[in-house]
Each structure stands twice: as C-alpha cells, then as structure tokens.
C-alpha cells in the first residue's frame, strides 16, 4: 500500500455510501490522529484502536436517518505529490462548511485550529 491515508478515506467514503455501521482499517498514530479530528468534528460518531500488534481502528459511522453525514472526502498531499502551506493560505472548504485536515510540527490539527495557532503544513485532506 503507497498511501495508507488515501486508503483510509477510500474505506470510509465507501463504507458510508454502503450505509454499514462501522468500517475497520489497520492502525497508525496519524490515522488514529484523523480519526480523532472527524469524530470531533462530528463526522463520525466514535472510533477505537483494537486488538494487540497488528492493531486496527474501528469507526462508528454516522448518519442522518438514510443520508450519509460525511457528504465527501478528498486527499490533497499525496506521496507522488506533497502539498504544503502556509499559516495564511490554509483554504477554507466550502467556504467554511468543511475541514481542512492540516499535518503541522505540533501534530494533526484542523486548517482553522492551524490558522489560529499561525503555524502551516502538510495539507491533508478535505473533509465536508
């Protein structure tokens, strides 16, 4: 696997449209980082690390009634092509309706808690 997040997002867009309860993927701090930040972005409904080595993440995926609430997920950086910005050119998504998930030198943080902390990183994904 080249690109374990891109593969994250991929379970989960296809899980959700799947309608399934929960999806399963195989465990890193980064993931697990990402799992954090949806679930309190209120994306999914809860996540936890399972199991000893090799450990999984199992989410719990939310809905509104038979509508996904997670209406799209895309990978910007990727392992061919990485993406970096800055404090100030962090890009609100859908004009501020979705996350930014945003790699920075204190951990994974959401773009607009990287906006107020003034740092930049590694832009993610998108998540609306």
């Known amino acids: 696997m080249n690109d374990p997040i891109s593969d994250m997002l991929a379970r989960i867009r296809n899980a959700s449209r799947a309608l399934l309860p929960s999806v399963e993927l195989p465990h890193s701090k980064m993931k697990e980082s990402i799992a954090g930040i949806l679930k309190r972005e209120g994306y999914i409904a809860d996540f936890s690390v399972e199991g ?74 998108y998540v609306w």
Do not use: D, F, W
């Not at 509104?64 to 910007?76: T, Y």
């Not at 392992?79 to 910005?85: E, T």
């Not at 501020?96 to 930049?120: C, D, H, P, Y």
């Open 52 to 125: 000893k080595l090799p450990r999984t993440i199992k989410m719990k995926l939310k809905y509104q009634g038979k509508k996904n609430v997670i209406e799209g997920l895309r990978r910007i950086s990727t392992p061919g092509l990485r993406r970096y910005v800055g404090s100030t050119h962090i890009p609100r998504v859908r004009g501020g309706l979705g996350v930014a998930v945003v790699s920075t030198s204190e951990g994974v943080m959401t773009g607009v808690q990287a906006r107020k902390k003034n740092i930049g990183g590694e832009l993610l994904c």
